[in-house]
């Protein structure tokens, strides 16, 4: 049985890939990628941390982020191709522009 510190390394090296993704690039599929990975490492540490306790109660609410997630994805990719049937590209910079 591995420690709980192996699945917490795990979890801080995703949610670190996940801030420079979002931090560093320019491209929204890419923004909504590094969130998702951001919400999995959340997960990660819900679960282990229950699974150490012995409860389900870190399962559950890991259960409801993913569907929170899910609908996120969802609706972000909606707002994407919507932006670029109008725009003909995804570049965040550009999305100021839809302001005027």
């Known amino acids: 049985m591995l420690p709980i510190t192996h699945f917490l390394y795990l ?25 998702e990975l951001m919400l999995n490492a959340a997960n990660i540490v819900l679960v282990a941390f229950s ?6 109660d870190g399962q559950v ?6 569907a929170v997630a899910a609908a996120e994805a969802a609706v972000g990719l909606a707002i994407v191709v919507s932006i670029f049937r109008a725009r003909t590209g995804t570049d965040i910079d550009d999305l100021s522009l839809l302001r005027d």
Request: hydrophobic share 70%; proline share 0%; no cysteine.
């Open 51 to 56: 699974r150490m306790w012995g409860n389900t």
């Open 11 to 35: 979890a801080f090296a995703l949610f670190l890939i996940g801030t420079a993704g979002v931090l560093l690039r320019r491209n929204v599929l890419i923004v909504l990628m590094s969130i």
């Open 61 to 66: 609410l890991a259960m409801l982020t993913i």
